[in-house]
């Protein structure tokens, strides 16, 4: 006869009969009951906490584009206002209503050409001493004339963000544009090395009189920052920053302009 043991409390019995009438009346049946209500309500509890979860980040990512999308619209007034200011002519056409029910940062990024890093290096090659000499500010300003021409927008000047397309078409946000210089002296730190040490060597051999004492200066600075970068550093520069900024702002101008007036934008 084979023994029989209760569901409940693990209680082995000889007879069937007998276990099937313990369990009836086993205490542990309720407490088992109780602890799986409370754990079926735990499950429902946590799914729900999870689903609140979901809602908040949902709504912190919407507060996050609007704060965007804000800031993306303070640059374009301001940069506007400071035109006027300055007495330069802006299209009437251009009010901010328009800018605010049109524009997005994704519609102007459309236009925007993509930045090739292999377009940077080739024109670096042609980097001149008049350049050097000016240090980063010289690098910044070289770049943005060739390489980065047209290539980058300004979309929030405040808090300095940047914003580019890269060769897969995706939208890159860059504070202070520091994965571009980075990348940028990181992928051309010997060519820059080069041009930096022949440019001071000759400096040194040839000044008279302290002549080019502020322009050594620039170019000892601009070899200690790609030296950091070449030891995988991350650096910043306010002069790369603010230059390559400001040229974000001539070109995100320049491409709501243009496609305003031709009514490219969609509405």
Same mark, same amino acid.
């Given at each position: 006869m084979s023994?029989?043991?209760?569901?409940?409390? !693990? @209680? %082995?019995?000889?007879?069937?009969? +007998?276990?099937?009438?313990?369990?009836?009346?086993?205490?542990?049946?309720?407490? /088992?009951?109780?602890?799986?209500?409370k754990c079926q309500d735990s499950s429902v509890l946590l799914k729900q906490l999870e689903e609140k979860d979901e809602q908040l980040l949902q709504k912190d990512k919407q507060l996050q584009e609007k704060d965007e999308q804000i800031a993306f619209l303070k640059t374009?007034?301001?940069?506007?206002?400071?035109? !006027? @200011? %300055?007495?330069?002519?802006?299209? +009437?056409?251009?009010?901010?209503?328009?800018?605010?029910?049109?524009?997005?940062? /994704?519609?102007v990024a459309e236009f925007l050409e993509p930045i090739k890093f292999e377009e940077i290096k080739s024109a670096l090659q042609d980097l001149n001493y008049k350049h050097i000499r000016k240090g980063m500010k010289g690098i910044a300003e070289y770049l943005c004339e060739n390489a980065l021409?047209?290539?980058?927008?300004?979309?929030?000047?405040?808090?300095?963000?940047?914003?580019?397309?890269?060769n897969q078409k995706k939208l890159i946000r860059d504070p202070k544009g520091s994965f571009l210089l980075n990348k940028t002296l990181r992928d051309n730190s010997d060519i820059l090395l080069?041009?930096?040490?022949?440019?001071?060597?000759?400096?040194?051999?040839?000044?008279?009189?302290?002549?080019?004492?502020?322009?050594?200066?620039?170019?000892?600075m601009l070899n200690s920052i790609v030296k950091n970068v070449q030891k995988n550093k991350t650096v910043e520069n306010n002069e790369f920053c603010n230059i390559v900024k400001k040229s974000g702002i001539n070109t995100l101008n320049k491409i709501i302009h243009d496609n305003i007036e031709t009514n490219q934008l969609e509405e």
């Open positions: 023994s029989k043991i209760c569901e409940h409390c !693990q @209680k %082995q019995f000889s007879l069937k009969q +007998n276990c099937v009438r313990h369990e009836k009346t086993c205490r542990f049946k309720s407490v /088992k009951q109780e602890l799986e209500k374009i007034i301001g940069s506007n206002v400071g035109k !006027q @200011k %300055q007495g330069k002519t802006i299209n +009437n056409n251009i009010n901010n209503n328009i800018i605010i029910n049109n524009i997005t940062t /994704k519609d021409n047209g290539k980058i927008i300004t979309t929030d000047s405040s808090r300095d963000i940047l914003a580019y397309n890269t080069d041009k930096i040490t022949k440019e001071n060597q000759w400096m040194q051999d040839n000044q008279s009189d302290d002549e080019f004492e502020g322009e050594i200066r620039n170019v000892e």
